[in-house]
């Protein structure tokens, strides 16, 4: 173990590749009540956790604390969906009084998300980016396998209402719901919210989805129709993750987002770590592989022990995903649970 840092201090959290890291994605729970085509099968995946697998609230509060230390202001609490975890609100106020940091968000699907935003609000939650592929409510049951559309917006305005910072995620899927891609941006913006548009990224049950499902981020402009600005002059800024941004055409305080995986890689700007419902940090979306920190921590690490484990893991991650050749990435010894299921991983 490198011998340059005091006793109490702990190592950076930059990589080989010179990356700094400052994002924690915090899976809270690997299970939803929802199954969307691009990623979970119908009857939910074969390896759902046992609650006894699951981190405690106590110990997902721990390891954010000591990623905190090393250089982590932001956490966003994932899934599944985590409000399908009891008394969730517990853990976001946990880990605020424990980190101090502000910067605490959460990605949902918003079903549970009318009765719980004011609660979450003031447990220290700041934002949520909710994911709504269609305001079309037969399309939208369709792609989440049962959904309520109905009870998913109010959820949004009950998150406005609460004071969250909102935002929309949603995958548009050729064929699908590419038609109703300018309704989503145009209902946003009437709310005074960001819609963001996901690419499709062959993992999980999306790699079982047609070819023709994909739309890249120049087919959603064009989709998109002249709502933005493609002058050279526009802005085209890049957000906290990997979202890039374009403003509206029309001048107003509007804005549409894009994460392309897929057909611009963003990988060397990559900030971001992720540890799973299991306690699994993975060094990327895209990896098989994993290293257990639950298990360190019930077998008595201290903090200096798991920050140097997560360190290490760090070191060892790869300039780039592997989406492209069909063999993802196995950079760390692999712990037991290597499938690469989006609601596994957290997305």
Known sequence: MPSDFGVNA??????????????LRLSVTDRCDFACVYCMP????????????LLSFEEAARLTEVLSRMGIDR???TGGEPLVRRDVVRLVELVRRRTGLTKLVMTTNANRLAELAHPLREAGLSGVNISIDTLDAVRFREI????????????????????????????????VNDRDAGALVDWAWDLGITP???????LGEAANLPATSFLSQAQLIALLGDRL???????????????????????????????????GEFCGSCNRVRITARGDMRACLASRSAVSLRDRMRQGENDRELA????????????????????LSTDN?????????MSLVGG
């Open 75 to 77: 956490v966003r609490f």
């Open 196 to 202: 963001r548009f996901i690419e499709l990224m062959p």
């Open 10 to 23: 702990l190592p950076p959290l930059i990589d080989r590749q010179g990356r700094h890291y400052t994002y």
């Open 333 to 341: 010894q692999p712990s037991e649970h290597t499938h690469v299921g």
């Open 229 to 263: 600005s493609l002058d050279s002059e526009a802005e085209d800024v890049r957000g906290q993750g990997p979202a890039r941004y374009l403003p509206a055409r029309s001048g107003a305080v509007r804005r549409v987002g894009f994460i392309t995986a897929v057909s």
């Open 308 to 327: 140097w484990a997560v360190h290490t893991a760090l070191a060892t991650k790869l300039a780039g995903h592997s989406f492209e050749d069909g063999n």
């Open 42 to 53: 119908p009857g939910g995946e074969d390896d759902h956790a046992l609650r006894p697998d």
């Open 144 to 175: 989440t396998r049962g959904g309520d559309l109905a009870r998913v917006v109010a959820g949004v305005h009950a998150a406005i209402d609460a004071g969250l910072e909102v935002k929309i995620n949603a995958v548009a899927l050729g064929g």
